[in-house]
């Protein structure tokens, strides 16, 4: 089965990195692909929009304008300058990257959730899939505290709307480095380690699997660690 076959399916951060990657997988198989980033997106409806702001999600709801959602996908985040590398420090980073960085990774989604509902009600089985990562899990955090705070966030607010609303189906996938162009480069550069990333068609399956479900299941958390990984799932 193709991913998203048939769906209207909304991808944030569809410009870069997994949220391209995911994109591009989806502009052959979705009915109607709505692509939302701050730069110019090449698969789908480009939707130009800084998701952070109040005004990059007004801009968002206003261009659906109550036609039918089947999954929201947020797939965008971002993180501290030299996170991952051994010259982070909490100590040197200052609010407005403090506060960047939770808003992008945790209050976005939240934000375009609660402005998106009309348009997931029309569906007859609406998902919501958030983008995590193994450092939100439990005795698994990274040392970079904005980013980690927010992959943490992101798994309470899916629960939370669960529990609120019962009929859309919400899911985190919690991956370890995934095989985006920017994650290679940064292998290659010694950035991260030698190592082998997750691949890009991995990442779509397992997204394909939670948006193929049912209206009777929902798959809470996926969790995809590299072979080999110290991170216990």
Known sequence: MDLGAGKHVLVAGGSRGIGLGIASRLAGAAARL????RSP???????????????????????????????????????????????????????????RVL???L???????????????????????????????DNAASREV?????????RGAAQ???????????????PGNVATPEV???IDA????PQVPIPMDDLAAAIGFALSLSPAAVATEINLAQTGSAVGL
């Open 103 to 105: 808003a992008v990774n």
């Open 190 to 193: 010694g950035r991260f380690g």
């Open 41 to 99: 997106s090449p698969h789908g409806e480009w939707i130009q929009a800084d998701l952070a702001t109040g005004e990059g999600v007004a801009a968002v709801a206003d261009r659906l304008g109550g036609q039918r959602l089947d999954a929201l996908l947020y797939l965008g985040g971002t993180w501290e300058r030299n996170a991952f590398t051994a010259a982070y420090a909490f100590a040197h980073g200052d609010r407005a990257e403090l506060e």
């Open 160 to 174: 939370a709307l669960r529990r609120e609303l019962p009929w859309l189906a919400v899911t985190v996938l919690n």
């Open 184 to 186: 290679e480069a940064d």
């Open 146 to 154: 904005a980013n980690s705070a927010s992959k943490f966030g992101l």
């Open 34 to 37: 709505w692509s939302v980033s």
């Open 107 to 137: 209050l976005a989604p939240v934000h375009l959730v609660h402005a998106l509902l009309p348009e997931l009600r029309r569906s007859p089985s609406p998902r919501a899939l958030f983008v995590g990562s193994l450092s939100g899990l």
